[in-house]
Nanobody, 123 residues
Framework: QVQLVESGGGLVQPGGSLRLSCVAS????????MAWYRQTPGKERALVAT???????NYADSVKDRFTISRGNARNTAYLQMNSLKPEDTAVYFC?????????????????WGQGAQVTVSS
């Protein structure tokens, strides 16, 4: 069984910083891209940042130059450093990982999601 667990959310004032962490654990063979998404009530989940297994990162325009995605040395961990936070960054942040898992007959790549971490930016 595979599990993604996010941590590090909370309440912060505008202009402040937070760091989110995501750890993938369980029975998987390999891990490729990891990503962070966010969602607010009534809206679709939106991509925030992605990072390949080699460390190549991409960002949504709304967070460029403020957020930094990175991978841990163990490769099963991703971080999102969020600086200069704005009230419009308030959302539930989800981690996603592309994992190679063993099935009954063969291995296959599947997307797994964490449970989400609330980030609230407010004075």
């Amino acid at each position: 069984q595979v599990q993604l667990v996010e941590s590090g959310g909370g309440l912060v004032q505008p202009g402040g910083s937070l760091r989110l962490s995501c750890v993938a654990s369980g029975s998987f063979v390999s891990i490729a891209d990891m990503a962070w998404y966010r969602q607010t009530p009534g809206k679709e989940r939106a991509l925030v940042a992605t990072i390949t297994s080699g460390g190549l990162a991409n960002y949504a325009d709304s967070v460029k130059d403020r957020f930094t995605i990175s991978r841990g040395n163990a490769r099963n961990t991703a971080y999102l450093q969020m600086n200069s936070l704005k009230p419009e960054d308030t959302a539930v942040y989800f981690c996603k990982a592309d994992l190679l898992v063993a099935g009954a007959a063969r291995m296959s790549w599947k997307d797994y999601w964490g449970q989400g971490a609330q980030v609230t930016v407010s004075s």
